[in-house]
């Protein structure tokens, strides 16, 4: 097998993409060899703990709402392009995601992450929900059979704030400026929302490597 690491943030739309396309590509080869883990990657490491209004936010960040909507064509295409549903209208506001990435850090460890990263992606960009809410994040919990009341009360403290704000220091410390980003056998690091055709090559490289070694 072969670890497959990726850095993302739950709120960022080629993180989102990038997991459609990369799915696409697995469901085509139910025996690929990655043994997935999701780490974090705060987009937004100064937002307030309350978040803000989103297009406060998007016009704040790009320059008014010319300059947002202008930023925002090229998601819109690409994730018509790989099917990924995103409901701009319902998203009103732009959280802060570190409980969002404690609760991915938790499922990590009940091997329901990838579960878990589905239904933050689906809570945010299709049922626009703030995924900052304790209550949203144990319903999530819930959703993935995960223990809500314990994720209440962990939320509820300060347990591993500092393991994921370390972590996402990591990731700088590396070299990681922006998400997603892919790193295939600790070593080779494939940045952006790559396409299905992408992983279909890589998946075969691999495999042609693993047998060759045997």
């Known amino acids: ?123 945010y960009f299709v049922e626009g929900r703030d995924i900052s809410d304790h209550e949203v994040l144990a319903d999530i919990a819930d959703t993935a059979e995960m223990d809500a009341a314990t994720v209440t009360r962990l939320l509820s403290t300060d347990a591993d704030l500092e393991e994921i704000r370390k972590r996402d220091a990591h990731s700088r410390e590396m070299g990681v400026n922006s998400v997603p980003t892919f790193v295939v056998a600790q070593q080779h690091a494939v940045p952006g929302a790559q396409p299905p055709e992408m992983w279909l090559q890589v998946i075969a490289d691999i495999q042609k490597q693993l047998d060759a070694a045997e």
């Open 1 to 123: 097998m072969v670890k497959l690491d990726i850095i993302s943030d739950p709120i960022c739309p080629w993180c989102y993409i990038g997991k459609t396309n990369l799915d696409k590509a697995l469901a085509q080869v139910p025996d690929h060899p990655f043994v997935i883990e999701w780490h974090p990657f705060q987009l937004n490491p100064d937002m307030p703990t309350e978040g803000m209004d989103r297009r406060a936010y998007l016009e704040g960040k790009f320059g008014g709402k010319e300059g947002a909507v202008k930023a925002y064509a090229p998601v819109v295409e690409h994730a018509a392009n790989a099917g990924a549903l995103i409901n701009f209208e319902a998203i009103k506001r732009t959280p802060n995601t570190i409980d969002a990435h404690r609760l991915i850090h938790w499922a990590g460890i009940e091997q329901r992450q990838i579960f878990v990263v589905d239904l933050l992606f689906k809570a």
